[in-house]
């Protein structure tokens, strides 16, 4: 038997192993299938599958045994973690793990990340809802160190969630996979709203995001920057809300049609009307919930990429920058900001601006 037929069928045999309820940690899975099957092991590891490949087989026996009652359940699943985040938006909770991806069988979990430095708030805001809870210190490695990770675990609407609480400072940060390597996706509540809209209309029912409107917000935080002014060494255009609109003009030159890149290029430099020293985070701490990731990350690295063209950023940091599929994206951003300090240029006005974007849609 040659052996890539061998991990095959270990990893058959260990996702039947988690799928019938006999092991939950595929490690253990593995290791028990290769002794069921009589498969010597050569060193830690041997030949045993990757957590990936059993992760494939796992997804193979959902389809083949549940069928349609799969889709169902994603469903159904996907709406009771927009009403939990929903309830929990103070700690801008974000979805990940299976519900997000779509890759659900019966047994799957709900896998909320919420973001607080008191985590002994979370404790109350499940109380308030009459949730029965438990807490758990979970081991992770992050970087090659281990350290602890507070979960909550408890049932809501028939399915079982953890909630991971991680600290404010985290919220940007995109780990990767210990199944599959991949960087983990989350969602907010704004993006799991719409894909419930995109995927599952029949599904989402009466309930209204509680979140506020969208625009509105955008122009509140955008008429603060009539206020702020620069040094005119830097900036002789006048006030950020000039600037602002100078840097969206000239990116509606080069993407009309891109509504996140357009709100990056207005949202910019929101923050500085908030915290003028850390004005990139106080930005998405102001956004947070209202916009897309890519937005998101093109507003948290708009300074970042300076210290990237002077070669000053860690291994770790160009990671994230330069390998990211939005760095082109980053640097015409770049770009279009050093070039919008026209103190003569011309511009649309804000509600130009924002009846643009709502008119070119999502």
């Known amino acids: 038997m040659n052996n890539s037929k061998i991990r095959r069928e270990l990893a058959h045999a260990a996702a039947l192993l988690i799928y019938e309820g006999h092991e939950s940690e595929y490690a253990r899975a593995k290791r028990k299938a290769a002794r069921q099957l009589n498969v010597p092991l050569k060193g830690p590891t041997g030949d045993l599958p990757s957590d990936a490949e059993v992760h494939d087989a796992l997804l193979d026996l959902a389809r083949l045994h549940e069928g349609e009652g799969s889709a169902n359940r994603l469903a159904q699943m996907r709406q009771a973690a927009l009403e939990m ?17 779509g890759k659900v069988r019966e047994g799957s979990d709900v896998n909320l990340h919420v973001y607080t430095e008191e985590h002994e708030d979370i404790g109350r805001a499940l109380d308030a809802l009459g949730t029965r809870w ?12 281990p350290f602890e990770r507070l979960c909550y675990y408890f049932d809501f609407q028939g399915f079982e969630f953890e909630l991971a609480a991680y600290e404010p400072g985290e919220r940007n940060h995109r780990g990767r996979s210990s199944i599959t390597g991949k960087t983990i996706e989350c969602a907010t509540t704004r993006e799991l709203e719409r894909l419930m809209e995109e995927r599952h209309p029949d599904s989402v029912g009466e309930v209204q995001p509680s979140m506020p409107d969208l625009w509105q ?9 009539s206020t702020v002014r620069e040094n005119t060494r830097w900036h002789p255009e006048g006030n950020a809300l000039i600037h602002s609109l100078q840097v969206f003009e000239l990116a509606r030159e080069h993407r009309p049609r891109d509504r996140e890149f357009l709100l990056a290029a207005l949202l910019h430099d929101v923050g500085k009307g908030l915290d003028s020293s850390h004005h990139a985070q106080a930005a998405l701490d102001a956004l947070d919930g209202l916009i897309e990731r890519r937005t998101a990350w093109l ?23 330069a390998r990211s599929p939005w760095f082109s994206d980053l640097e015409l951003l770049r770009r279009i900001d050093d070039a919008g300090r026209d103190p003569g240029a011309q511009t649309c006005t804000l509600d130009e601006a924002l009846d643009f974007l709502r008119a070119i849609g999502s």
Do not use: W
């Open 217 to 225: 917000s955008i122009r509140a935080l955008l008429e603060n920057l």
């Open 299 to 321: 507003i948290e690295h708009h300074m970042v990429i300076l210290d990237y063209r002077r070669g000053r950023l860690s291994d770790a940091e160009l990671e994230v920058v």
């Open 85 to 101: 985040m929903r309830e929990l938006d103070e700690f801008q909770p974000r979805l990940t793990g299976s519900v997000l991806s």
């Open 134 to 145: 438990n807490i758990e210190h979970k081991q992770i490695t992050r970087c090659g160190k």
